[in-house]
């Protein structure tokens, strides 16, 4: 994702105006700059999209959990590899900073297990052999059966019994692995909310 806003300044940190000096379109990414007389300096606020709230259990490499906000790029994470439908190690990609939100939505489990998300987050979605956000009503909703994996790599299937929305105070992250940008979050396969690039693996049963 492009970043939602850029702030340029130049040697002496001055701070170049917004459709005076330069245009950007935060959609496509563009940049335009009016006249470049000196060095500057670009710097972008991205925009998350997929994230957990703190206190997430990430699995590790050594088959120990993890807070989502304790993990660094040192941290080998359990990851699942699409090519071979088995748990592989891979190091965090990109890990989003600490972002607040006043509400979260809490999806519970047939297992009686749980997840606390924000904004947008995917799972796989094992009634039809792709991520699903669980935004998307039409494929995630209860009743549906969703992917779990065990620290063998075993995976499993649970159907969602209940998704409600909690007003209060999070704080929430997001990271994203290497090669295959899931990770093992409270034991699911997750992604971020964009799925559309993931699921061209036309994904069977073993994910």
């Known amino acids: 994702y492009a970043p939602s806003s850029l702030t340029i300044t130049d040697t002496n940190n001055n701070e170049l105006v917004a459709g005076t000096d330069y245009t950007y379109d935060s959609e496509t990414g563009a940049l335009h700059i009016k006249s470049v007389t000196d060095d500057l300096t670009i710097k972008g606020s991205g925009r998350s999209e997929g994230c957990l709230v703190k206190g997430t259990k990430i699995l590790l490499a050594n ?4 807070n989502i906000e304790d ?11 699409y090519d071979t439908g088995k748990l ?3 190091y965090p990609l990109w890990i989003e900073n600490e972002h607040t939100s006043d509400k979260y939505t809490k999806i519970t489990f047939s297992d009686n297990s749980f997840i606390k998300v924000v904004m947008a ?6 009634d039809i052999n792709k991520f699903v956000d669980f935004n998307d009503k039409e494929n995630f909703h209860i009743g549906t059966n969703i992917a779990k994996v065990d620290k063998k790599g075993n995976l499993k299937k649970v159907f969602v019994t209940n998704i409600e929305e909690i007003y209060e105070n999070v704080s929430y992250y997001f990271v994203a692995s290497t090669r295959y940008y899931n ?9 971020d909310g964009y799925v559309d690039i993931t ?3 036309k994904f069977n049963n073993d994910i």
């Open 63 to 66: 088959g120990t959990y993890k």
């Open 71 to 81: 993990i660094n790029y040192d941290d080998l994470l359990m990851v699942w590899s």
């Open 88 to 90: 592989t190690k891979e």
């Open 121 to 126: 987050h995917s799972f796989f979605n094992m």
């Open 183 to 191: 990770i093992i979050s409270e034991d699911f396969v997750t992604t």
């Open 199 to 201: 699921n061209l693996y």
